[in-house]
């Protein structure tokens, strides 16, 4: 637990909600009592149904309401705040934010409101409302469970909201998932359902990965393999990645604007060294050549804007499935473990029949958490 809020405290204010990803998304769970980062608390839902996904707009209607309103210059009357205050998304928006021991106060939220900067977007806020309400929630929902093992349930509200803060998280995964969704106008529907597809596949994965079994076998563990373990599982945010995509001959960024696509493949490119970077920092982690407070510094970086936890994640995942196919991906998602072997394995075979020389994870590591 120390681990992971030290990495948040230490990463640059504009990369902390990328911290905030596979790690926190599936392993944070709100008030969070796991024994091991790594391993979700989430327990199986079997009172629920397999799929359950909806979009709550109440929020960010009640807030157009009011901006139409001030446009027009008509009295905005205290019903209408009362219908900002009372939404289910602002209701539960304050919760995590006091979950998360940050000022969030009605008042303040007013005045956010009326400010003449977020007056100038009403329109092209609107508009992007409308855009996401369009979005194709099952299709979001189908490639999230594509890459998830038989059983897995996804059960969670998605609330586009407009608030001061341009991030999006996830919140309360372990009674009543959410995700919020910061209300931004340069993103369109198409990516729109390719974020919820990511998000979704957090969501699920934590309903049944991994299994019970395993989750015991890791207690037995050393705390440094533990630490290990923990992180190996942010690479989920490249498998995600590879779900939201729908496969892995399709590119993760598809449907983004040329800038992420480029700073994409530009990191991508960095493959070979990025997992080096990696391997180093687990090496070290096993050795104890870092302390609780270090790993959070070593850690950022891995986060930022889709760093290595995205991209060493995913190219590893695709190179897995086109090499074992999709099952043989998914069990390994599911166990930790089993990821730097196989990889390995599916790099030898790449490295023989394509004349590349992609990096393998080194022996030492791979026999230390095998």
Same mark, same amino acid.
């Given at each position: 637990?120390?681990?992971?809020?030290?990495?948040?405290?230490?990463?640059?204010?504009?990369?902390?909600?990328? @911290?905030?990803? *596979?790690?926190?998304?599936?392993?944070?769970?709100?008030?969070?009592? @796991?024994?091991?980062? /790594?391993?979700?608390?989430?327990?199986?839902?079997?009172?629920?149904?397999?799929?359950?996904?909806?979009?709550?707009?109440?929020?960010?209607?009640?807030?157009?309401?009011?901006?139409?309103?001030?446009?027009?210059?008509?009295?905005?009357?205290?019903?209408?705040?009362?219908?900002?205050?009372?939404? !289910?998304? *602002?209701?539960?928006?304050?919760?995590?934010?006091?979950?998360?021991?940050? $000022?969030?106060?009605?008042?303040?939220?007013? #005045?956010?409101?009326?400010?003449?900067?977020?007056?100038?977007?009403?329109?092209?806020?609107?508009?992007?409302?409308?855009?996401?309400?369009?979005?194709?929630?099952?299709?979001?929902?189908?490639?999230?469970?594509? *890459?998830?093992?038989?059983?897995?349930?996804?059960?969670?509200?998605?609330?586009?909201?407009?608030?001061?803060?341009?991030?999006?998280?996830?919140?309360?995964?372990?009674?009543?998932?959410?995700?919020?969704?910061?209300?931004?106008? #340069?993103?369109?529907?198409? =990516?729109?359902?390719?974020?919820? /597809?990511? !998000?979704?596949?957090?969501?699920?994965?934590?309903? +049944?990965?991994?299994? =019970?079994?395993?989750?015991?076998?890791?207690?037995?563990?050393?705390?440094? &393999?533990? #630490? &290990?373990?923990?992180?190996?599982?942010?690479?989920?945010?490249?498998?995600?990645?590879? /779900?939201?995509?729908?496969?892995?001959?399709?590119?993760?960024?598809?449907? $983004?604007?040329?800038?992420?696509?480029?700073?994409?493949?530009?990191? +991508?490119?960095?493959?070979?060294?990025?997992?080096?970077? +990696?391997?180093?920092?687990?090496?070290?982690?096993?050795?104890?050549?870092?302390?609780?407070?270090?790993?959070?510094?070593?850690?950022?970086?891995?986060?930022?804007?889709?760093?290595?936890?995205?991209?060493?994640?995913?190219?590893?995942?695709?190179?897995?499935?086109?090499?074992?196919?999709?099952?043989?991906?998914?069990?390994?998602?599911?166990?930790?473990?089993?990821?730097?072997? #196989? *990889?390995?394995? /599916?790099?030898?075979?790449?490295?023989?029949? $394509?004349?590349? =020389?992609?990096?393998?994870?080194?022996?030492?590591?791979?026999?230390?958490?095998?």
């Amino acid at each position: 637990m120390e681990q992971l809020r030290s990495a948040l405290n230490h990463a640059r204010p504009k990369d902390r909600q990328e @911290c905030l990803s *596979y790690s926190a998304r599936v392993f944070f769970c709100s008030a969070l009592a @796991c024994s091991i980062l /790594a391993l979700p608390c989430l327990a199986q839902r079997s009172n629920k149904p397999a799929v359950n996904v909806s979009i709550d707009t109440d929020e960010a209607e009640a807030v157009l309401t009011v901006l139409t309103k001030q446009r027009a210059g008509q009295i905005i009357t205290d019903e209408d705040w009362r219908r900002i205050f009372l939404s !289910e998304g *602002y209701v539960r928006l304050k919760k995590r934010e006091v979950a998360m021991h940050r $000022s969030f106060e009605d008042q303040d939220f007013r #005045t956010f409101v009326l400010s003449n900067q977020l007056l100038d977007q009403a329109e092209t806020l609107a508009e992007t409302l409308e855009r996401w309400r369009r979005a194709d929630v099952t299709r979001a929902t189908r490639l999230a469970l594509a *890459y998830l093992p038989k059983g897995a349930q996804i059960n969670a509200k998605i609330y586009p909201v407009i608030k001061p803060r341009q991030n999006s998280f996830v919140f309360d995964l372990d009674t009543d998932p959410a995700i919020f969704l910061y209300l931004d106008p #340069t993103v369109n529907q198409a =990516k729109f359902e390719n974020t919820l /597809a990511h !998000e979704l596949h957090h969501v699920g994965y934590g309903t +049944v990965c991994p299994a =019970k079994e395993t989750k015991e076998e890791f207690k037995r563990l050393s705390k440094n &393999v533990q #630490t &290990v373990l923990t992180y190996t599982g942010a690479f989920g945010e490249g498998f995600a990645m590879l /779900a939201a995509a729908g496969g892995p001959d399709i590119h993760p960024h598809a449907v $983004s604007d040329p800038k992420d696509r480029a700073r994409w493949d530009t990191n +991508v490119a960095n493959f070979d060294a990025d997992l080096r970077l +990696v391997e180093e920092f687990f090496l070290d982690v096993l050795a104890n050549r870092v302390s609780d407070h270090q790993i959070g510094e070593r850690v950022a970086p891995f986060y930022g804007e889709q760093g290595a936890w995205y991209t060493v994640g995913w190219r590893m995942a695709v190179l897995i499935e086109k090499t074992f196919g999709r099952r043989t991906l998914i069990k390994t998602m599911c166990d930790p473990r089993k990821l730097f072997v #196989t *990889y390995n394995r /599916a790099a030898e075979i790449h490295n023989r029949k $394509s004349g590349e =020389k992609l990096a393998l994870w080194g022996r030492s590591l791979v026999e230390a958490v095998k």
